[in-house]
């Protein structure tokens, strides 16, 4: 069983910063690809950024230039640093694990980013 637990949502005004978190635990093998989708009301969710075990990143169109992912591989975790925030940014933000060889994927509960103008 995999787990992930996101942290790091919450409020913040245009212009601002918030940086996301998410820890995955459990029986996991090798990690493929670990990432952050995000999904606002009535819309489908969508690929905010990903990064594989590489490093290579990418990023979202909407994203790119204002938010950056990074990964600590010896402690299972992916941060999403969100700079220069937007309205449009809010949405539940999920965490997403992609690992062993049959690429199974796994998904956190999500976290709440509200961006006020």
């Known amino acids: 069983q995999v787990q992930l637990v996101e942290s790091g949502g919450g409020l913040v005004q245009a212009g601002g910063s918030l940086r996301l978190s998410c820890v995955a635990s459990g029986s996991i093998s090798s990690i493929n690809v670990m990432g952050w989708y995000r999904q606002a009301p009535g819309k489908e969710r969508e690929l905010v950024a990903r990064i594989h075990s590489d490093g290579i990143t990418n990023y979202a169109i909407s994203v790119k230039g204002r938010f950056t992912i990074s990964r600590d591989n010896a402690k299972n975790t992916v941060y999403l640093q969100m700079n220069t925030m937007k309205p449009e940014d809010t949405c539940v933000y999920y965490c997403?694990?992609?690992?062993?060889?049959?690429?199974?994927?796994?998904w956190g509960k999500g976290t709440q980013v509200t961006v006020s103008s």
């Open positions: 997403n694990l992609n690992s062993g060889p049959f690429g199974i994927t796994n």
